[in-house]
């Protein structure tokens, strides 16, 4: 069960910039796009989702998204 490893604890873990990241990461922009959108160089982002995949224990940009649905980051189009 993928919800036990998505543990809404785990987004206290997370900075600020980090759950700007996993937001980014959700919504399938690229390392290259989600240093253009929040003013970062590539190399930045790299160290946050290593950062993020160390801290939450997740490695997969698909469960990352998942986590920042659970988490509220991000929403799904068109639920309310």
Do not use: Y
Not at 34 to 57: P, W, Y
Request: glycine letters at 4%; one cysteine or more; charged letters at 20%.
């Amino acid at each position: 069960d993928w919800s036990s490893d998505v543990c809404s604890s785990d987004l206290a873990l997370l900075s600020e910039r980090e759950k700007g990241v996993v937001a980014c990461i959700a919504q399938g922009m690229s390392n290259k796009e989600i240093a253009e959108q929040l003013c970062l160089s590539v190399n930045t982002v790299t160290t946050h989702r290593r950062n993020i995949s160390m801290k939450l224990g997740i490695h997969s940009a698909a469960s990352i998204t998942i986590f920042a649905i659970v988490n509220k980051i991000v929403e799904i189009p068109g639920k309310s």
